[in-house]
């Protein structure tokens, strides 16, 4: 499971579909949001868009791994699909706030590698929201204002990545995952690989 959180505009939605685009053993996994679509997006792919009624129905069915509260849209995460990929040796990238980051790391601290991206200024978080013109302004301004509160969370993540060229940030993350993947406990078979290289020894 490796989730990727930064303040909104970091360039975090950006790394991670170029990352689902190079490394065909790493999918999604597609939030539900009570938020408005916003143009581009694709339900389903982006987000499941779903109301108000049908979330507190998941979150209270306990069909969500973490929710969270988002600038006042509710956010979560279906548990289901989670586990089918992990249980099929697949993993599982996750574009989720520090809430629900948290939650995931008592749940399944184990099986979690956490990215935190940051903005390489804050002049330039500014631009890069400005530059989406997709929310209106006070909507950026609200989540220039979130940034700092956001930030404050980056002690509880593994990697902490400024992220000042894409293609650079990019690097850093194949490096992570390919790492993290080669972890003694990630590792499936070796134990017994070992097992048979000390009898023929
Ligand atoms: P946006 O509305 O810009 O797509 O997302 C706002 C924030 O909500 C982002 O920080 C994003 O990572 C976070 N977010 C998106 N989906 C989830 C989710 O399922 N759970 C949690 N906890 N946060 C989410």
Redesign the pocket.
Known sequence: MLV?????GAG??TLSRRLLALDPQIEL?V???T?AK?AGEVDGR??SFISREKFAAMRDGGA?L???E??G?Y???PAQPVETALAEGRDVL????????Q?LAEKMADDLVRIFILPPSADELAARLKRRAQDPAEVIAE?MAQAAA?ISHWPEYDYVLVNRDIEACEKEIVAILRAERLRRSRRKGLGSFVRDLQAEL
């Not at 990727?4 to 909104?8: A, D, G, K, N, V």
């Not at 996750?94 to 980051?101: R, V």
């Open positions: 990727m959180s930064s303040p909104s975090k939605t996994s939030s539900v949001t938020r916003r982006d987000y969500l973490e929710w969270a988002v600038f849209n956010y979560g995460t996750f574009d989720i706030d520090w809430q629900g980051t939650q989540r956001e």
